[in-house]
């Protein structure tokens, strides 16, 4: 039992360091997907970073109008999804990046991929607008 709790400590690490190194590592001028959605006025941007299996960084928006960029810097198919928030949705394939706009409420919510298994493996982030 032990050893499956330090393979899984491993496991965390290993994957905690690939995705800091993937956040250093990228180049923010670079854009390789398209706007999802269009944003009506000015929006606070927050970028966030997918990969097997985590999103990162965690955010706080101070705005209620917030513009989402997703990039995949995963192998496999990612979205991201408000829990609560029907029909927004950000879906972006390896490789690539979307972005979308919402206006939210004030509150605490919950980020989170929707593809099978995903969310259960760590998918999650949250997002408070104040």
Same mark, same amino acid.
């Given at each position: 039992?032990? /050893?499956?709790? =330090?393979?899984?400590?491993? *496991?965390? @690490?290993?994957?905690? #360091?690939? &995705?800091?190194?993937? *956040? ?14 269009? /944003? /009506?006025?000015?929006?606070? #941007? ?10 990162? !960084? !965690? +955010?706080?928006?101070? &705005?209620?109008?917030?513009?989402? &960029?997703?990039?995949?810097? #995963? ?12 029909? =927004? +949705?950000?879906? @972006? ?8 706009? +919402? ?12 593809? !099978? #298994? ?11 607008? &104040?």
């Amino acid at each position: 039992m032990a /050893a499956a709790g =330090f393979v899984a400590a491993f *496991i965390l @690490v290993v994957m905690l #360091g690939v &995705t800091v190194l993937a *956040i250093g590592t990228r180049d923010s001028t670079e854009s390789t997907g398209t706007d999802v959605e269009a /944003a /009506a006025g000015a929006a606070s #941007g927050q970028t966030i970073v997918a990969t097997e299996f985590a999103f990162a !960084p !965690p +955010i706080t928006e101070v &705005t209620g109008l917030v513009e989402i &960029t997703l990039v995949n810097d #995963g192998a496999a198919f990612h979205n991201l999804e408000i829990e609560g928030v029907d029909g =927004f +949705i950000i879906e @972006v394939e390896a490789s690539e990046s979307a972005t979308a706009s +919402i206006d939210l409420a004030a509150g605490d919510y919950v980020l989170f991929c929707s593809v !099978p #298994g995903h969310r259960e493996a760590g998918m999650e982030s949250a997002l408070i607008v &104040t």
